[in-house]
């Protein structure tokens, strides 16, 4: 597994994205966090990007040590506390003693 430190940065070409950032940061009262909304966007981008596979198989990485729960957190968002609470509900039922069921 890869542990990268938070400070790396992602670097890409941003062209018209740099100079409207810039321009907004200019004319708004107070500024604009421009770092804030590129994070907030990647992770908009990373999650809208996604398949139910691709949320399966990012879990299971997590699950199998191959993935921080950080960066799981980042791909999945609020689907990763429900899909614990999923897993939990199953292991529980799993273990439920049925034998009152029977007839």
Do not use: C, W
Request: avoid cysteine; charge should be negative; aromatic fraction near 6%.
């Amino acid at each position: 597994m890869s542990q990268e430190s938070l400070d790396d940065t992602i670097k890409f070409r941003a062209g018209p994205l740099k100079e409207a950032a810039t321009e907004l940061d200019s004319v708004h009262l107070g500024g604009i966090n421009i770092s804030e909304l590129a994070r907030e966007g990647l992770t908009q981008m990373l999650q809208r990007s996604m398949t139910d596979d691709d949320k399966i198989a990012i879990y299971e990485r997590y699950s199998a040590g191959d993935l921080s729960e950080d960066a799981a957190r980042v791909l999945l968002g609020d689907e990763f506390d429900f899909l614990e609470e999923d897993i939990d509900a199953f292991r529980e039922a799993a273990t439920d003693d049925t034998s009152d069921y029977l007839v």
